[in-house]
């Protein structure tokens, strides 16, 4: 019975997936909550979170993320988004533990964004130095990241 309840509430996060990628977002966060109330998993909460922040519910992307993390301690995209979301609230001091955890959780495929992120913080409070070694960092985990070469490019130039 588990098992089937897993399978559907996978189903239902990949049908979820495909429809916030296509901009159904309302259709997308039923799907997700769906998912969730049959087997909850971190990555719902984390994609719960992200479809409410493409509709600027950020406070929910946060708490949703929060739920996330408590299932699975270990997950890296929730710590990341909420400090991604913190910025943009212009929170920066409080996103950098957010992101700090992000840098060492155990299970994360995407180590270059909270890095990235990090970098925008000290670019922003001016403190250059550790941006562009924030910057570096998240172009080593991932030479393509375009944001991150951009970010370094430019953080070159200021410095200058």
Known sequence: MEDSRHELA???FQQAYVL????????AVELYRKSIELYPTAEAYTFLGWTYSFQGRIDEAIEQCKNAILIDPTFGNPYNDIGAYMIGQGKFDEAI?????????????????????????????EMFNRARECFEKSLTLEPRYKLAADALKQLRYLVQ
């Open 10 to 12: 996978m189903d239902l």
């Open 97 to 125: 533990p957010w992101l700090e955890k992000a840098t060492i959780s155990k299970r994360y495929e995407a180590y270059h964004y909270p890095w990235y992120n990090l970098g925008r913080i000290y670019a922003a409070k």
């Open 20 to 27: 916030q990628m296509q901009g159904e977002l309302e259709t």
